[in-house]
C-alpha cells in the first residue's frame, strides 16, 4: 500500500494531538450555540468551554460548520 | 427581525401565531444562511438556501422541546440551519464516491506500506523504512479493519465524517468514536515500542 509522506504525517499529528478525554462531534454540536454567543460577546469562549474548542480545533466538518455558523451570524450585525 | 425573545419564541411556534412566527423564522434563517453560504455556493445560491430553510424548520419544529434556552433561540435555530445546509451539500458533493474509491491502492489486503516520496538523503530514507514498518504493524495488528478504513477514508481520501459514517452504517457520534479508540490505540503502542508520535512525525519532516 502506497502513503505519501503527507498522509503518514497526517496520520501522527491527529495521534500526537489525542487526549483521553475528548468531546464527540454530538456533544459539541449540542454546545456550539453556547460557545458561539460568548465568542460574538467578546469573552474568551476558548478558556470557557476548553474541550469544545478542542474539538473544533482537530474535527475538520465541525470546525466548517461553526465558522459558516459565525458567519451567518454576522449578517445581523453588520 | 430578531425582536422575539426566547419566550416568545417558543410560544409563538406553538400557538396562534404559528404560521407568522415560522415566516419570520424562515426570513431570518434565509438571511444568515445566503451570508454564510454565498462564497461556497456559486450557482443558484437563494433556491438552494430556501431548501436548506425549508428543511431547516421542519426539524426546528420537531426539536423544540430539546431548546433548553441557554443561548439566543435564534442562535439555536441557526445552528440546526447550518447542520442541514452542510449535510446536503455534503451528501452531493461526495454521492457518487465510495469509500473504496479513496483507499490506497492494494490497501484491501494489506500489503506492505511503501512511501511514495522517500527522501533522498539515503541514511534518512532507511529510517524512514523502519518507522514506516513500525506504522504498518500498528495499524495492522492493533486497529479493527473499521477504525483502518475510515482512518484512511478521512485522512487519505479527505472524506467528511458523516459522509464516512453514512457509508458504513453508522453516524457521526459513534464514529468519531471509534476513531478517539483508534488514535488512543495508536498512541499507546507506539509509547510500548519506545517512540512518541513527535518523532515518527520528525523523520517524515521536509523529504
Same mark, same amino acid.
Given at each position: 500500500?502506497?502513503?505519501?509522506?503527507?498522509?503518514?504525517?497526517?496520520?501522527?499529528?491527529?495521534?500526537?494531538?489525542?487526549? *483521553?478525554?475528548?468531546?464527540?462531534?454530538?456533544?459539541?454540536?449540542?454546545?456550539?450555540?453556547?460557545?458561539?454567543?460568548?465568542?460574538?460577546?467578546?469573552?474568551?469562549?476558548?478558556?470557557?468551554?476548553?474541550?469544545?474548542? *478542542?474539538?473544533?480545533?482537530?474535527?475538520?466538518?465541525?470546525?466548517?460548520?461553526?465558522?459558516?455558523?459565525?458567519?451567518?451570524?454576522?449578517?445581523?450585525?453588520? | 427581525?430578531?425582536?422575539?425573545?426566547?419566550?416568545?419564541?417558543?410560544?409563538?411556534?406553538?400557538?396562534?401565531?404559528?404560521?407568522?412566527?415560522?415566516? /419570520?423564522?424562515?426570513?431570518?434563517?434565509?438571511?444568515?444562511?445566503?451570508?454564510?453560504?454565498?462564497?461556497?455556493?456559486?450557482?443558484?445560491?437563494?433556491?438552494?438556501?430556501?431548501?436548506?430553510?425549508?428543511?431547516?424548520?421542519?426539524?426546528?419544529?420537531?426539536?423544540?422541546?430539546?431548546?433548553?434556552?441557554?443561548?439566543?433561540?435564534?442562535?439555536?435555530?441557526?445552528?440546526?440551519?447550518?447542520?442541514?445546509?452542510?449535510?446536503?451539500?455534503?451528501?452531493?458533493?461526495?454521492?457518487?464516491?465510495?469509500?473504496?474509491?479513496?483507499?490506497?491502492?492494494?490497501?484491501? /489486503?494489506?500489503?506492505?506500506?511503501?512511501?511514495? /516520496?522517500?527522501?533522498?538523503?539515503?541514511?534518512?530514507?532507511?529510517?524512514?523504512?523502519?518507522?514506516?514498518?513500525?506504522?504498518?504493524?500498528?495499524?495492522?495488528?492493533?486497529?479493527?479493519?473499521?477504525?483502518?478504513?475510515?482512518?484512511?477514508?478521512?485522512?487519505?481520501?479527505?472524506?467528511?465524517?458523516?459522509?464516512?459514517?453514512?457509508?458504513?452504517?453508522?453516524?457521526?457520534?459513534?464514529?468519531?468514536?471509534?476513531?478517539?479508540?483508534?488514535?488512543?490505540?495508536?498512541?499507546?503502542?507506539?509509547?510500548?515500542?519506545?517512540?512518541?508520535?513527535?518523532?515518527?512525525?520528525?523523520?517524515?519532516?521536509?523529504?
Amino acid at each position: 500500500m502506497k502513503l505519501s509522506s503527507e498522509t503518514i504525517k497526517k496520520i501522527m499529528q491527529s495521534v500526537k494531538s489525542t487526549r *483521553d478525554e475528548e468531546l464527540h462531534c454530538g456533544h459539541c454540536y449540542d454546545e456550539l450555540h453556547q460557545f458561539i454567543e460568548l465568542k460574538l460577546s467578546g469573552k474568551n469562549a476558548a478558556e470557557a468551554m476548553p474541550l469544545v474548542q *478542542d474539538h473544533l480545533d482537530r474535527c475538520p466538518p465541525c470546525r466548517e460548520e461553526y465558522e459558516a455558523l459565525l458567519e451567518a451570524l454576522k449578517a445581523f450585525s453588520e | 427581525m430578531d425582536t422575539r425573545t426566547n419566550e416568545e419564541w417558543l410560544r409563538d411556534l406553538r400557538g396562534e401565531n404559528k404560521n407568522q412566527a415560522i415566516e /419570520d423564522l424562515r426570513k431570518y434563517l434565509k438571511k444568515g444562511l445566503i451570508y454564510a453560504l454565498s462564497s461556497r455556493i456559486k450557482t443558484d445560491l437563494e433556491h438552494q438556501v430556501e431548501d436548506f430553510v425549508q428543511d431547516a424548520i421542519l426539524r426546528i419544529l420537531d426539536k423544540l422541546d430539546t431548546f433548553r434556552g441557554e443561548a439566543k433561540f435564534t442562535t439555536w435555530a441557526q445552528k440546526v440551519a447550518v447542520r442541514v445546509a452542510f449535510t446536503e451539500m455534503r451528501r452531493k458533493r461526495w454521492k457518487d464516491i465510495s469509500i473504496e474509491d479513496l483507499l490506497p491502492e492494494d490497501s484491501g /489486503d494489506f500489503t506492505p506500506l511503501v512511501l511514495s /516520496d522517500p527522501s533522498p538523503d539515503p541514511e534518512k530514507r532507511a529510517t524512514q523504512e523502519s518507522m514506516l514498518q513500525m506504522v504498518e504493524e500498528i495499524l495492522k495488528d492493533d486497529l479493527t479493519e473499521l477504525q483502518r478504513t475510515a482512518l484512511l477514508a478521512i485522512i487519505h481520501g479527505g472524506m467528511p465524517l458523516e459522509e464516512v459514517a453514512q457509508r458504513m452504517d453508522t453516524n457521526r457520534n459513534a464514529l468519531y468514536k471509534l476513531l478517539h479508540d483508534a488514535r488512543k490505540q495508536m498512541r499507546n503502542r507506539l509509547m510500548e515500542k519506545g517512540f512518541s508520535a513527535e518523532e515518527v512525525l520528525a523523520v517524515f519532516e521536509n523529504g
